[in-house]
């Protein structure tokens, strides 16, 4: 045999069968140690799962290494203890939570002041996430382990590292299932359920959490925010500390006073948390949460109003970086969209809130925020909405309305801003040349939104006589914008003008695959086209072949005028050679046409002259026999092409018998493609190409 299996034992089994005996830190050295454990290795299994082996697992996860140990101590070691710890090994798992000194030693580091080691604590959630594929009844009552009270309070004082928050995730809600794109969402559970499948209770976890949100560390407060989101998500009911009366609404209150944070910057993580809860309320029954949040809201709403205009502090991370005396502001962008969408939350929800916000001035500060130059899309789709929801707000008070209508377009003069913003991104009129704006101005980020509120606009006038008239007496020239041939009217149809590409058609709705062209369909075209060809006279296509192409009949002028220089005598060669193939069903190699298959191919022959300098395409009858290079032929045929050739791109070749007769079929409708009255206008342009030492002049005649 030309080869042979050899099964040779791997470096772990040699190392563990060395009769002087090996270490841990030997096997935490080897490349193949994780493989092995994947591979459920027996020998390897039962001795990683001894208690003092897996507590210097544990040790090397949680403790940080001196100053004097070895880089694979510092390193190596501890990464390749936390793969091996947290493998899918079920021996493993159970010897884990069968030791109470290790897993002592793996919640040991909880127990250290804050910050903890970020890559440790990595390593260390690593492992206790993976004691999550146990029963959960069974890790909480093992032995060694901290009561929940004491995990709690331990998880959320490292709240600030983003290794915890992903281990209090995992551990209250378990690991998200892998969806695939566009696949629904995991729905909601019952508030019961979620608390009984958790590591951690509820009642203790959300309560702790909210506090965190008033933390002086930014960090904290991010992450706490993180965590009652997921919650909120997870959950088809709201916490039940917030339910309660009266401690939920006082809880309630607090969180919304979070959320205007010191010296009116608000604290965009609670801000969060505010707007999960509003949100449920279309989802599930949470009117107990929500009155409660939004009768808060609705006392300080004038605060609220005011935080849209307020500066948004750097966290310290990124101040630092700064001097002293410089100003040291994130961009508001992120700040606005959530204020934004708290007030339209508010105006949808609360009928009350909508004459208070309308006296502060909202709609011209939201038009200020859509209008004004900037590049944050978010914002202006926040805007827009707020405006959209201004156009067709109704209610069962007509006075209510009517305040709106007019605080919207008398007040905030939106029509006159719109139109005033389009006339000014408008190109010139033709003919003026360069009076007015430049033609090619770019138009801003918010000119769709705009367009798109003008549609409103129009389309509330015309169900409402009252914002008709509201628009033509605030609005001077809304009549010209809104007529045929307006910018408004223009930019309709501009947007209505369908795709270009033809419109795919397809067999049935249910169906994905194209319609295609089958076998039949196209013999019959080429039946047709060879039949169109053969209709001119056989006499005038003899003429033409025994001249060797050249010849005067005012058929053929006409056309090589209209068709682009085809040949009849290829045309009807070429046709009958494609309508004998089965382009559709055959799967095979191209097989050649015998001569005797065919009728005889006209008399030209393409040449190939290589040449260094130029791509120069010519035209020459083959009359004389040898135009435009060599030529030898034979066979039944009697033409066969002939090519020059210098350097290694080409080589000279002659073919003779059944095969030239297809070679030549070619050649002569290439040839004929490239035939015309006038061969320097159609190729001029080619005229100076360069090919990289090779040129080619097509010969023929026609």
């Not at 209770?201 to 560390?217: F, G, I, K, N, Q």
């Not at 169900?463 to 001077?476: I, N, P």
Request: hydrophobic fraction near 40%; aromatic fraction near 6%.
């Amino acid at each position: 045999m030309f080869f042979s299996l050899h099964f040779t034992s791997s470096s772990i089994d040699t190392i563990m069968e060395r009769p002087s005996g090996f270490t841990l830190e030997e096997l935490l050295e080897e490349d193949e140690l994780l493989q092995e454990c994947k591979a459920q290795n027996a020998k390897l299994t039962e001795y990683l799962s001894t208690p003092a082996i897996l507590y210097k697992l544990a040790a090397y996860v949680t403790e940080m290494p001196d100053a004097s140990d070895s880089d694979v101590r510092k390193y190596k070691y501890p990464f390749v203890a936390t793969e091996v710890l947290s493998c899918d090994m079920p021996a493993l798992r159970d010897a884990v939570t069968g030791e109470p000194a290790v897993l002592k030693q793996l919640f040991s580091l909880l127990a250290t002041p804050p910050p903890l080691p970020p890559v440790l604590a990595g390593y260390a959630c690593k492992v206790l996430k993976s004691l999550q594929k146990q029963t959960l009844k069974a890790v909480l009552q093992a032995e060694g382990m901290p009561d929940q009270r004491t995990l709690v309070q331990q998880l959320l004082t490292h709240i600030g590292s983003d290794a915890i928050l992903a281990l209090l995730i995992a551990l209250c809600i378990g690991e998200p299932p892998v969806s695939e794109p566009g696949a629904p969402a995991q729905s909601a559970m019952p508030r019961s359920e979620l608390d009984a499948q958790s590591w951690l209770p509820h009642t203790a976890l959300v309560p702790a959490a909210l506090d965190a949100l008033a933390h002086d560390d930014p960090e904290v407060v991010t992450n706490a925010s993180s965590l009652l989101c997921a919650l909120l998500a997870a959950s088809s009911e709201p916490p039940e500390c917030l339910e309660s009366s009266p401690s939920g609404r006082a809880r309630c209150a607090q969180l919304v006073r979070v959320c205007l944070g010191v010296d009116d910057a608000p604290n965009l993580p609670a801000l969060d948390v505010v707007l999960h809860l509003l949100s449920r309320q279309r989802e599930s029954p949470l009117a107990p949460v929500a009155e409660a949040l939004l009768d808060q809201i609705e006392a300080d709403i004038d605060r609220f109003f005011a935080a849209i205009a307020a500066p948004s502090p750097l966290p310290a991370r990124f101040s630092r970086f700064f001097a002293n005396d410089a100003p040291a502001y994130r961009p508001r962008g992120a700040q606005r969209c959530k204020l934004l969408l708290l007030l339209e939350e508010c105006l949808k929800t609360r009928t009350a809130l909508v004459m208070p916000l309308v006296e502060l001035g909202l709609f011209p500060i939201v038009l200020d925020l859509l209008l004004l130059p900037h590049s944050c899309n978010a914002l202006h789709m926040r805007a827009a909405a707020i405006l959209e929801w201004a156009i067709s707000f109704s209610s069962s008070s007509a006075e209510l309305v009517t305040a709106v209508r007019r605080a919207l377009v008398a007040d905030a003069q939106i029509a006159t801003r719109l139109t005033v913003l389009v006339a000014d991104y408008a190109p010139p009129p033709k003919g003026e040349g360069a009076v007015g704006k430049a033609k090619g101005k770019t138009l801003p980020c918010c000119h769709a939104f705009v367009m798109h509120i003008s549609a409103c606009l129009l389309s509330a006038s015309q169900r409402e006589s009252e914002m008709r008239e509201l628009l033509e007496a605030e609005c001077l020239h809304w009549a010209q914008f809104i007529a045929p041939g307006g910018a408004l009217t223009s930019w309709e149809q501009l947007q209505s003008r369908p795709l270009g590409g033809n419109t795919p058609a397809r067999g049935s709705e249910d169906s994905d695959d194209d319609d295609e062209i089958d076998a039949s369909t196209i013999k019959s075209v080429l039946a047709a086209q060879a039949a169109a060809a053969a209709s001119r006279g056989d006499s005038d296509l003899d003429s033409d072949l025994d001249s060797g192409g050249v010849g005067d009949d005012q058929d053929d002028e006409e056309l090589d005028d209209e068709s682009g220089a085809h040949s009849s005598s290829y045309i009807q060669h070429f046709a009958q050679y494609l309508s004998s193939r089965n382009f559709v069903n055959q799967t095979g190699d191209d097989q050649l046409m015998t001569g005797d298959q065919l009728p005889p191919p006209s008399s030209e022959a393409w040449s190939a002259e290589f040449d260094s300098s130029s791509f120069d395409l010519e035209l020459s009858g083959d009359s004389s026999g040898n135009s435009g290079g060599s030529s030898g032929s034979s066979g039944s045929s009697g033409i066969a092409p002939a090519a020059s050739a210098s350097g290694d791109a080409a080589s000279a070749a002659s073919t003779s018998g059944d095969s030239g007769a297809f070679a030549a079929d070619f050649s002569g409708g290439f040839a004929a493609d490239f035939s015309s009255s006038s061969s320097e206008s159609q190729f001029g342009g080619f005229a100076d190409f360069d090919t990289g030492g090779a040129a080619a002049s097509p010969a023929a005649s026609d």
